[in-house]
């Protein structure tokens, strides 16, 4: 044997021997019926029948007893022994490598950080302490299926989470993005802080990211609702727009959104006009206020808005009598197709229900 290879060797038994001692004094971790939470964590995956019933128990018996051990699984990495046997392998030749990497099986890191995830959701609120490695997970792991294994948890976990999953709304990663607003959504009420950065968040380039964070608006209530609307009096643009379709999510008291909704429509940008219209028919309002944007919107110069006009004035056909002539020269002359459309739709609408306002 070739000096080369009996120093590699070597360098390889001292490492072994090393991390055998290390890590046999290790402290043994608490147990509950001769098992450790990380065993109990695997029966939660177990196709045997009964398994993941008795998984579930054991956990909720061991409680904060068992986080330790299941964040340590969460945070799992091939540890540098098993790096070292495994480079040691490949570099020696023949029968020697195969020596050095013999008992090694193989470790498919993502599946262990998913059912620690899982086991930690088991936990409930006692998983508290392990909120911060769970940020880490949702924003780091690159296994999408731990990414949202890590966010379900934090949900359950509530209120310590808060904070954590409102910074992640600001990560590059669409996918952390997503997963954080769905996170603060499955908190539900005990999110009200997140909402304002759900606002912004409604504002996202990303889509999914967008309808996450209305949904987390939506399980949060109305409480958030004196947030939306001071967002849509104090902003303009795009968080504006944001601000009104929050409203929509949260339906807070018709008499202090109309006002500010009514006014929003006198926004020169276009858009956030055509976003007015829409969120006060989502709203269902028929106010003589709401009524009065919905004409004037018929005559705006841009065609989205006006689009957004005429759908409202079909929505509210039982009120809309008034704008027959004009919808008819829409129905006529606009050059916008999908708004001669909507006006003929629209009309008979209004026709259907006057015909019921004068049958017997």
Same mark, same amino acid.
């Given at each position: 044997m070739k000096k080369r290879d009996i120093a590699l060797l070597a360098t390889a038994l001292i490492v072994v021997v090393g991390a055998i001692i290390f890590f046999t004094r290790q402290r043994k971790p608490i147990q509950y019926? *001769? @098992?450790d939470a990380w065993e109990w964590? &695997?029966? &939660?995956q177990s196709p045997i029948t009964g398994a993941k019933e008795a998984g579930t128990i054991? &956990? *909720?018996a061991m409680g904060t007893n068992a986080v330790p051990r299941l964040v340590e699984q969460l945070e799992y990495q091939e540890s540098f022994t098993r790096k070292s046997r495994l480079w040691l392998g490949k570099k020696l030749p023949g029968q020697l490598g195969t020596t050095v990497t013999r008992g &090694? @099986?193989?470790? %498919?890191? *993502?599946d262990i950080h998913w059912v620690a995830a899982r086991a930690l959701q088991v936990l409930?609120? !006692?998983a508290a302490t392990a909120t911060p490695a769970l940020l880490r997970a949702l924003r780091t792991d690159p296994e999408a299926q731990v990414t949202w294994d890590s966010a379900t948890t934090l949900g359950v976990i509530g209120a310590p989470a808060v904070p954590g999953l409102i910074e992640l709304l600001k990560e590059p990663n669409q996918r952390v993005r997503h997963a954080a607003a769905y996170a603060l959504g499955q908190v539900g009420a005990p999110a009200l802080p997140a909402a304002p950065a759900l606002i912004r968040s409604a504002a996202d380039p990303n889509g999914e990211v967008r309808g996450s964070s209305l949904y987390s608006l939506s399980r949060i209530g109305p409480a958030a609702g004196p947030v939306a609307l001071k967002v849509v009096q104090e !902003? $303009? *643009?795009e968080l504006r727009r944001a601000g009104a379709l929050a409203l929509v999510a949260l339906h807070p008291r018709g008499q202090l959104t109309l006002p500010v909704l009514v006014e929003? %429509? $006198?926004d020169p940008d276009p858009a956030s006009r055509a976003i007015a219209i829409e969120a006060l028919m989502k709203l269902t309002v028929t106010h003589t206020n709401a009524m009065d944007v919905y004409f004037a919107g018929l005559k705006d110069t841009n065609a989205a808005v006006r689009l957004a006009a005429v759908n409202s004035l079909g929505q509210a056909a039982h009120k809309s009598a008034a704008a027959i002539p004009t919808l008819t020269s829409l129905q006529r002359d606009d050059p916008d197709e999908a708004i001669r459309i909507?006006?003929?739709d629209a009309l008979e609408k209004i026709s259907a229900a006057s015909a019921t306002k004068t049958s017997p």
């Open positions: 019926q *001769g @098992k964590a &695997l029966a &939660l054991a &956990l *909720g &090694l @099986k193989p470790v %498919f890191i *993502g409930g609120t !006692n !902003n $303009r *643009g929003m %429509f $006198r909507a006006a003929g």
